[in-house]
Nanobody, 123 residues
Framework: QVHLVESGGGLVQPGDSLTLSCAASGRSFSNYVMAWFRQGPGKEREFVAAISRNAGVATRYADSVKGRFTVSRDNAKNTVTLQMNSLTPEDTALYSC???????????????WGQGTQVTVSS
């Protein structure tokens, strides 16, 4: 069983930056593929970013966040971070982290999810 807890959400203005963190339980965190998803008001959940297991040398991003968001991981602390820059109102959503404990980078299956942290971008 893997427990994921997100933090760092809040209300920010357009153009601001925000850093989200996801703390994970489990002894094998370094083996997990970790990802961020978001669900905006009235929208379906969408993929945001993912990072491969171990050193996290591979990452992927949704086109809508490329160049603005950066995902990273700290295996010593069992955390994955999403650095978000140049935020726009379209980034307003509930952001959740997810884990694929099998470590399958090419066809991840996210079996574990956090409760999410709300990000609101508004002037």
């Amino acid at each position: 069983q893997v427990h994921l807890v997100e933090s760092g959400g809040g209300l920010v203005q357009p153009g601001d930056s925000l850093t989200l963190s996801c703390a994970a339980s489990g002894r094998s965190f370094s083996n997990y593929v970790m990802a961020w998803f978001r669900q905006g008001p009235g929208k379906e959940r969408e993929f945001v970013a993912a990072i491969s297991r171990n050193a996290g040398v591979a990452t992927r991003y949704a086109d809508s966040v490329k160049g603005r968001f950066t995902v990273s991981r700290d295996n010593a602390k069992n955390t994955v971070t999403l650095q978000m820059n140049s935020l726009t109102p379209e980034d307003t959503a509930l952001y959740s982290c997810a884990a694929d404990v099998s470590g399958n980078w090419f066809r991840p299956k996210y079996d574990y999810w956090g409760q999410g942290t709300q990000v609101t971008v508004s002037s």
